[in-house]
């Protein structure tokens, strides 16, 4: 009933930036928490950053300091910030939602298409 699209994805040098965006429709909620998860080609599904319903942020390791999620409930979007890009941040990146924090770390319920991000030396 809830349907994720992400989008602003692209190819840039590294040490540039992107930001990407996840819009909401359907059943929308604020009390869904949110987050984006990566996977390269070949690679694990890893967590890159999430939003709780009431706003508190999560990073993983290899992001933080780098990466910023936010989350605008009027425009029922979740986006995230990426700075200072390595070519190791490629990836497929993905949004998702779930309505328990555990379940959004682990196996999220609502996903999205995916969105790819090509970082180059």
């Known amino acids: 009933q809830v349907q994720l699209v992400e989008s602003g994805g692209g190819s840039v040098q590294a040490g540039g930036s992107l930001r990407l965006s996840c819009g909401a429709s359907g059943r929308t909620s604020n009390s869904y928490h949110m987050a984006w998860f990566r996977q390269a080609i070949e690679k694990e599904r890893e967590f890159v950053a999430g939003?709780?319903?009431?706003?508190?942020?999560y990073y993983g390791d290899s992001v933080k300091g780098r990466f910023t999620i936010s989350r605008d409930n009027v425009k029922n979007t979740v986006y995230l910030q990426m700075n200072s890009l390595k070519p190791e941040d490629t990836a497929a990146y993905y949004c998702?939602?779930?309505?328990?924090?555990?379940?959004?770390?682990?196996?999220?319920?609502?996903w999205g298409q995916g969105t790819q991000v090509t970082v180059s030396s």
């Open positions: 939003i709780s319903s009431g706003g508190s942020t």
């Open positions: 998702a939602a779930d309505i328990t924090m555990q379940r959004l770390r682990a196996s999220p319920r609502i």
